[in-house]
């Protein structure tokens, strides 16, 4: 059966620091892969998805990136942080030609 | 995709039905209508999903009108565990890949 990882769970970063938060995606392949960042009692906001290795479409423009090293990996990542990228974040697959979509449970990120 | 609009909050009480409105008017001939719920810091979690005609699981019943510009999500016996914010989502799968835009959802709060 197929699984989502998402860590870490939680995280509490500093202004101005990196980020980078990891997802995999097992028992599946070419997944396509989607970041979402929900802030404080909002709904979901698209980050980034992606329908294969080294392909990346960004949907808001932000202090954010993402890549796909590899087939089953998702990675978000910030070389700075704001205060504004605090939230909860994500990670979420569906199979290539499928459309209902599976999510990780998620990371909480604060940014103090 | 097409865009779609919610209440953003319905209450309804334990036992009855919850009908859960959504608007997809400008939603094109080969777009599925999908629906997701999230409760409170989990990751969201796929309901159902149709084109064109009605359709039931184990957990809900979608009906989506004749020229299909929106549709109701209903929860036969909502229990207090289907507290949740609920997502009406419309989209087509490609193998381009696709965007998939929640919004900001209905709130649904169930009531003893």
């Known amino acids: 059966s197929q699984t989502i990882h998402q860590w870490p769970a939680t995280l509490v970063q500093p202004v101005g620091s990196p980020l980078s938060l990891e997802c995999t995606v097992e028992g599946t392949s070419n997944p396509n892969l989607y970041w979402y960042r929900q802030a404080a009692g909002r709904g979901l906001q698209l980050l980034f998805y992606?329908?294969?290795?080294?392909?990346i479409s960004s949907e808001v423009p932000q202090n954010l990136s993402a890549s796909r090293p590899q087939d089953r990996q998702f990675i978000l990542s910030s070389k700075k942080l704001l205060l504004s990228d605090s939230g909860f974040y994500l990670c979420?697959?569906?199979?290539?030609?499928?459309?209902?979509?599976?999510f990780g449970q998620g990371t909480r990120l604060t940014v103090v | 995709d097409a865009k779609t609009t919610q209440p953003p909050s319905m209450d309804c009480a334990e036992g009855r039905a919850a009908n859960l409105p959504c608007n997809h008017s400008?939603?094109?001939?080969?777009?599925?209508v999908y629906w997701y719920r999230q409760i409170h810091s989990q990751g969201p979690q796929y309901i159902i999903h149709g084109l064109k005609n009605n359709e039931t699981n184990e957990m809900a019943s979608l009906i989506i009108t004749e020229d299909r510009k929106s549709s109701t999500l209903i929860l036969p016996h909502a229990t207090l565990r289907d507290t949740a914010v609920y997502y009406c989502i419309v989209q087509h799968f490609s193998n381009s890949g696709y965007a998939l835009n929640f919004g900001k959802g209905t709130s649904l709060l169930v009531t003893p």
């Open positions: 400008t939603i094109s001939g080969n777009e599925y």
């Open positions: 992606s329908v294969g290795i080294g392909q």
């Open positions: 979420a697959w569906t199979p290539s030609m499928n459309t209902e979509a599976f």
